[in-house]
């Protein structure tokens, strides 16, 4: 990703926040698939459903940066911290120093496992919330259930499988690597 390509937002807790125009691009169409869903499937009234596109989409770049803030937790513990974090279309990037060296395999893999722990407690959380929801249903409970679906799917057991941008992708290269180049399961 080409920072000169990403807009500069400012700092956030010490970490430069970049956004690429596919994330702008990728949170509009979020955000109409959802009013699409919640209005025409579910048959909400049209004000609520922009209101729940809206605000569900907002949640889950949220919840991306509350999984971006576990990965800079861990980095600053292992004393190789990050630089910042770049939106790109619906997730983000971190940022590490260009200059940083090389690292034994234990920091790349505590930095990876940063997001996913951080992102299972808010997956925990926002159960327990869905749960405390549930009798009053409509908008809250779609959003609270929304939130533990986004955290669980996609920044706890989606950032954990291998698909060659995710978390789980670093922490398979590294393991193998920390291994002699052979993974032990």
Do not use: C
Not at 88 to 101: Q, T
Not at 155 to 181: E, K, Y
Request: proline share 6%; net charge positive; charged share 10%.
């Amino acid at each position: 990703m080409n920072p000169k390509r990403s807009l500069y937002l400012g700092t956030f807790l010490g970490l430069e926040i970049r956004v690429a125009p596919s994330s702008l691009v990728t949170a509009v169409l979020a955000a109409a698939g959802i009013f699409l869903l919640l209005h025409k499937a579910f048959k909400w009234r049209p004000w609520t459903a922009v209101t729940g596109g809206i605000l569900a989409t907002a949640i889950h770049y949220l919840s991306e940066q509350w999984h971006q803030m576990g990965h800079a937790r861990a980095a600053k513990q292992t004393g190789f911290p990050m630089k910042g974090v770049t939106y790109v279309g619906p997730l983000a990037i971190s940022v590490y120093p260009e200059n940083e060296g090389l690292l034994p395999a234990e920091t790349h893999i505590q930095r990876a496992l940063g997001g996913p722990i951080f992102s299972l407690l808010l997956t925990l959380a926002t159960g327990l919330v869905a749960l405390l929801f549930r009798p009053i249903g409509g908008l809250p409970l779609f959003l609270a259930v929304f939130s533990f679906l986004d955290n669980l799917l996609v920044f706890t057991i989606g950032a954990l499988l291998p698909l060659g941008f995710t978390d789980g992708s670093t922490l398979l290269t590294w393991w193998d690597q920390r291994n002699g180049g052979r993974l032990r399961v």
